[in-house]
């Protein structure tokens, strides 16, 4: 009957979020006479991915009182792009020595397709505690260290970067009663067991109490 013409229109439908939408593609035939059929094709699009991470750091052990490093994580996602990645830190214990802190991040793309990642920094305690300063020879009184194993008494003192530190002593009698001079051995161990190197304190004993006549 002779020749046939076609023609196309498209009309896009807007879906839920700027990445899922809907083509519509009407194709017309008309032949010489005007007689005239239409075909209409519908493509949807959608963005069910969520993005995808890079730079995503290994699970890590630190030193209690470490600093968590700084990472450089990113997330692309096939149909926004670069997309913002954000995280939330929350703090596990593991037992009374050791904790974890789980570094969740996220990136959610402009349909709300959410990617998560669990980073996991375990912290654990295995550095013994430090001396403090102190005057390695001392003069007390007798009254002033009835017992030299009683770490109250003429202190010394250690420090601990986690918790607290608690203090065993030998003592030795160097020589006399009161007057006399006593060699304190001192270990200082923090909450987790770790022990530090002993260190020596010598004490002599005066004595300033008069004497009581007995009559």
Not at 131 to 137: G, I, Q
Not at 145 to 165: M, N, R
Request: hydrophobic share 35%; charged share 20%; with cysteine.
């Amino acid at each position: 009957c002779g020749d046939v013409s076609l023609s196309e229109e498209m009309t896009v439908v807007e879906g839920g979020c700027p990445n899922s939408y809907t083509i519509v593609r009407t194709f017309t035939a008309i032949d010489a006479c005007g007689n005239f059929t239409q075909e209409v094709q519908s493509v949807t699009v959608i963005d069910d991915d969520a993005p995808v991470f890079a730079g995503l750091p290994s699970d890590l052990t630190l030193e209690c009182g470490e600093e968590i490093p700084a990472t450089a994580v990113t997330a692309d996602d096939a149909c926004t792009g670069a997309i913002d990645v954000t995280f939330t830190d929350n703090e596990v214990t593991v037992d009374a020595c050791n904790y974890q802190v789980v570094r969740t991040f996220a990136a959610t793309d402009s349909c709300g397709n959410t990617a998560t990642h669990d980073w996991t920094i375990t912290f654990e305690d295995t550095t013994a505690p430090t001396w403090n300063a102190y005057d390695t020879y001392v003069n007390a009184a007798c009254e002033d260290l009835l017992d030299p194993e009683d770490p109250t008494l003429v202190p010394i003192s250690a420090e601990d970067i986690c918790g607290g530190v608690s203090y065993s002593i030998d003592a030795y009698q160097l020589s006399g009663g009161c007057p006399g001079t006593w060699m304190r051995i001192w270990t200082a161990t923090d909450e987790c067991g770790n022990a530090s190197e002993t260190t020596e304190q010598y004490v002599q004993l005066y004595d300033n109490v008069k004497p009581v006549p007995v009559i």
